[in-house]
């Protein structure tokens, strides 16, 4: 190597030695008879010292000519520094320069490479090589190395093989859009990049395989939503021969060592609630339960109590459902807050209509912005009721509280919900609420298109009790399905699959697929159940949701090296492009003007 040490690694035991370092100029800082070169690398910064009468005059001359980001190479002797800085694990010492090298002299980089930056997030992606210089980013990169290695530690201990699938295939469902691939030796044809490895990892369990993992990329050409990314990477998993409860606890084990090896947690069992549940108390098959603030029906669909209607208040007697929270301690809202807060939940992407709220005063009697209606029995009965839902109501509290359709107003108070526990500091993104979210319906009736779609995916088991519901009732049957959520993001999904060929044909059916169109997409898939298919299922985790989490970051645009932006577009390597008519011709692909 070029150095003898990394820019992180000199202390005071290695003082009066002599060390090569190489790296990029953080800073100078010239006074004239004394000089210092901050040098970094991947590993910290050490300083270098010039020094008049003992450093030789054209190494001053050198270090003069330097700007931020020129790479150098220093040797010279290792001394105990005058001022320390304990800030940085090398601040004992610095390098008392002997020997400098230019090893590549940089153009001014376009924002500033510290921690803290003036560059946007358009300059940092064009220039995302420099943007990874970072210490942010780069830990993020770091934190998720370690996820993967730690995965695999603990896959490869439970006997998991690491297979890996192709990725140009044909269309697998998981709900999204392909990307497809044009095939040059087979004009007019296309591949389809994988949604997911789903079949394949079916097929490995066929072939006796029994457990598999791939950390893997997948590709959805979805339309984007904030943070999403065309491609992303998942820890794809399946087992042969086990139930739901196998599943849970094989990879509740996966997490509880990721956040034991990787943050030094020690993660208590993750709690389980039903889908029917989540939507109960949370309106949102996702809960963040770092807090509680869970909904009461006033008059649901649940609960057959109505303890709203019939008062003269309009808005409430036609609304399918009244549905509240308790914020604690908000009763000082003022009323410019709580107009504040109305019209946050009227936002077009909340869509609430309107927001009614009662205070619990300090001397117990109820003020709501309802009062004209609901006498101070009626609210005193309504905390009660809270109450005997389980949820403590208190002199200093603030019921808020929306009507409307279930299915809507239930979204809504979730958003509040959300808003609410963070105002009132309930986020903490260092603190970690896991919670598996067990019997999602099989189906879900998409309106616009008047049919049945797959909730989780067309190979996903109904629960075996629910199976006679299947000529009955579509909308009831539950399916052998789980999502991982923690802190209110769906980290993990996954479900026990159908291993039999003539309920896959079924379901292929409820979902709309003629018997050939089935047969043309799956057929090899079901032709497979034919030759011992064992019972088997799975599950897959969104790995740079994991690690951004484990990262308490919003975003996992920094956990992902090369990410690309909202638009779907690398701005570095500017991709998407255009190519060439010659490659356009050899593909059969018509030009499109663009
Ligand atoms: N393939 C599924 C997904 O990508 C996960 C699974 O069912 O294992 O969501």
Redesign the pocket.
């Known amino acids: 190597m070029l150095r003898t040490h990394t820019c992180g690694e000199l202390r005071l035991t290695n003082a009066n030695t002599t060390a090569t370092l190489t790296g990029w100029v953080q800073t100078i800082r010239d006074k004239g008879g004394v000089l210092w070169i901050d040098l970094r690398d991947r590993y910290g910064i050490t300083q270098l010292l010039l020094e008049d009468g003992q450093t030789p005059p054209e190494l001053f001359a050198i270090a003069r000519s330097l700007g931020r980001e020129f790479v150098l190479k220093a040797t010279g002797t290792v001394i105990e520094r005058k001022s320390k800085n304990p800030n940085i694990p090398t601040g004992d010492i610095e390098l008392k320069v002997s020997a400098l090298d230019v090893l590549n002299p940089a153009k001014l980089p376009p924002f500033l490479i510290e921690d803290e930056t003036d560059g946007g997030d358009d300059l940092r992606m064009k220039y995302r090589y420099l943007d990874l210089r970072r210490n942010p980013v780069r830990r993020s990169l770091e934190l998720r190395h370690r996820m993967a290695q730690q995965t695999r530690v603990y896959m490869d201990g439970q006997d998991f093989i690491e297979v890996e699938t192709p990725v140009l295939i044909k269309s697998?469902p998981?709900g999204a859009r392909d990307f497809v691939v044009p095939s040059r030796m087979n004009p007019g044809e296309f591949y389809a990049l994988p949604?997911?490895?789903?079949t394949f990892?079916q097929l490995l369990m066929v072939s006796g395989f029994d457990r598999y993992y791939q950390i893997v990329k997948?590709f959805r050409d979805e339309d984007l939503r904030a943070d999403r990314q065309p491609e992303f990477t998942?820890i794809?998993?399946?087992m042969s021969f086990v139930e739901q409860e196998d599943i849970l606890n094989m990879f509740e084990g996966l997490i509880r060592h990721l956040f034991k090896a990787v943050k030094g947690i020690d993660m208590a069992e993750v709690p389980r609630m039903t889908y029917a549940d989540a939507m109960r108390l949370y309106g949102s098959d996702k809960p963040d339960t770092r807090f509680d603030m869970q909904f009461v029906e006033l008059k649901g669909t649940f609960d057959t109590v109505d303890m709203t209607s019939g008062k003269g208040f309009g808005v409430f007697d036609s609304a399918e459902m009244v549905i509240g929270i308790n914020a604690p301690g908000c009763a000082h809202y003022t009323r410019k807050q709580m107009d504040e807060l109305t019209d946050w939940i009227r936002r077009p992407q909340i869509g609430g209509k309107g927001l009614i709220y009662a205070r619990v005063n300090e001397d117990g009697s109820i003020k709501s912005s309802v009062d004209k209606f609901y006498s101070e029995e009626d609210l005193k009965g309504w905390a009660a009721h809270f109450r005997q839902a389980g949820v403590p109501v208190k002199p200093g509290d603030l019921l808020l509280i929306m009507s409307g359709d279930a299915a809507k107003v239930r979204k809504q108070l979730s958003e509040l919900r959300l808003e609410m526990g963070s105002r009132l500091g309930l986020r903490d993104p260092n603190v970690f609420s896991t919670l598996w979210v067990l019997d999602f319906p099989l189906l879900e009736y998409g309106e616009e298109d008047q049919r049945w779609f797959a909730m989780?995916?067309p190979?996903?088991s109904p629960k075996p009790e629910d199976l006679p519901l299947l000529d009955t009732d579509l909308g009831s049957v539950r399916a052998n399905?789980y999502d991982l959520v923690i802190n209110g993001t769906e980290v993990?999904?996954?479900?026990i699959?159908i291993f039999n060929r003539d309920l896959q044909a079924r379901m292929f059916s409820i979902l709309g697929f003629s018997d050939e169109e089935a047969k043309a997409q799956f057929g090899f898939l079901m032709d497979a159940f034919e030759f011992g298919a064992p019972p088997h299922g799975?599950?897959?985790f969104g790995f740079d949701r994991l690690c951004s989490l484990f990262g308490g970051a919003d975003s996992i645009r920094d956990f992902i090296a090369f990410p690309k932006n909202n638009s779907g577009r690398d701005v570095m390597i500017d991709s998407p492009s255009v190519i060439s008519d010659k490659q356009l011709d050899e593909l059969k692909i018509k030009t499109v003007e663009k």
Request: glycine share 16%; with cysteine.
């Open positions: 697998t998981e949604q997911s490895p789903q990892k997948c998942q794809d998993c399946e989780h995916h190979f996903t399905a993990g999904g996954g479900s699959r799975g599950i897959a």
